[in-house]
């Protein structure tokens, strides 16, 4: 039984060449091997490729409609076997006139193969800064890629002309050749060197592409840059890569963001940290501080008696959640870091009047004691860790 390659790629046997080509992007976009690194997604894809390939192919698809498997090899008596390298359509009939060629009254070919291939994807890295990872940018990019060329539209011929079929293989695009064994013949098959499998020659190539169906051109796009990405995230633009060989459809383009390091603030996820720096003399009385953070100006409370190392949290002020789908859900919040800065160098009345503070608190001769009082302080436990 020949396979099904309308319900491999989702369209009816009526389907318009648009149609298939769009059927064909929406599954590539969804299964290629630099977007699903999955081992059946791969599979799959190699499945949907080659099935583009022969509907897409006017000859190979009369013989998709006339129930025959233009990949099954011995023309569509049976359903093809997988090939063990990687191939698509290594059939009985194959098998059969590998060994006893025309004495099987076999000699089937593959046919040939299609000028039309999907294009690559592209990659373009784009740096942004902190802030802009907050908000979001609108950024025009240059890039350099393969278009479809405008005189040919994909083609390959000159204006006027047309593809001829290859005189050397007469459109089956390989030749055969035939060896004597003990089992018979040997019929073996290889690409065409004149047409180079295509079944087909262009005797005129289009001057602007040089046949090939496509130019290189730089262009200027437009990309947005949701809120909240991160960096090493990836931004996809559709069918804005290479396209492909023969016109196929276009790779998509992936922005990749390298996000440049702060001044203040590092960032873990949708968290930002920032490490603040007072004296002495604020964390003792408190006092409420201007903090500038990415937003502006926010309103930071120390309150007396601050310890060193003490952890303050502004709530929604760090980054977007950006989830999967890209959607923003809610925001992630700010630690401020108080480190507590000792004085160095204190001139005469600086020392008299601390001196005179620790004579009111009774610190002249501070004791060394445990955090708790009852021996389970640091020193304790440094001195059980000897015994």
Do not use: W
């Amino acid at each position: 039984m020949a396979r099904d390659y309308y319900g491999t790629l989702g369209v009816s046997q009526d389907a318009t060449p648009d149609e298939l080509k769009r059927a064909y992007r929406k599954l590539a976009r969804e299964l290629h091997p630099d977007v699903n690194p999955d081992e059946q997604a791969q599979a799959r894809f190699r499945e949907v490729t080659a099935a583009y390939e022969v509907l897409s192919d006017p000859q190979k698809r009369k013989i998709v409609d006339l129930g025959g498997d233009p990949l099954g090899g011995g023309g569509g008596g049976g359903q093809g076997m997988r090939d063990p390298f990687g191939g698509a359509g290594f059939g009985l009939g194959d098998i059969m006139d590998a060994f006893f060629g025309a004495a099987t009254g076999g000699g089937a070919g593959r046919g040939p193969r299609s000028r039309v291939q999907p294009g690559s994807d592209a990659l373009l890295r784009m740096e942004l800064t902190l802030e802009e990872c907050l908000t979001g940018v609108g950024r025009e990019i240059t890039v350099d890629t393969a278009v479809l060329c405008d005189q040919c539209q994909g083609a390959g011929c000159a204006p006027g002309t047309k593809p001829q079929t290859c005189d050397t293989c007469h459109g089956r695009g390989e030749i055969q050749s035939v060896q004597r064994s003990f089992l018979g013949q040997v019929v073996t098959a290889r690409p065409c060197p004149v047409c180079r499998g295509y079944g087909e020659v262009i005797p005129e190539p289009c001057q602007q592409c040089s046949g090939d169906g496509r130019i290189r051109a730089r262009r200027t796009i437009t990309v947005q840059i949701p809120a909240g990405v991160a960096d090493g995230m990836r931004v996809r633009l559709a069918s804005q890569g290479e396209v492909g060989p023969g016109g196929g459809p276009a790779g998509d383009l992936y922005v990749e963001v390298d996000e440049l390091p702060h001044d203040t603030f590092e960032r873990e996820g949708a968290n930002l940290h920032g490490t603040l720096r007072i004296p002495v003399t604020t964390a003792a009385l408190g006092a409420v501080l201007q903090l500038k953070t990415l937003d502006g100006t926010e309103e930071l409370r120390i309150e007396p008696g601050t310890q060193p190392n003490t952890e303050l949290v502004l709530t929604g002020r760090g980054m977007p959640k950006l989830r999967s789908s890209g959607r923003v859900d809610g925001r992630g919040d700010m630690y401020v870091h108080l480190q507590v800065e000792v004085p160095t160098k204190l001139d005469a009345k600086q020392a008299e009047l601390l001196r005179e503070l620790a004579a009111l608190r009774g610190e002249e001769e501070p004791e060394l004691s445990s955090t708790n009082g009852r021996g389970h302080g640091l020193f304790s436990r440094l001195r059980n860790s000897r015994r």
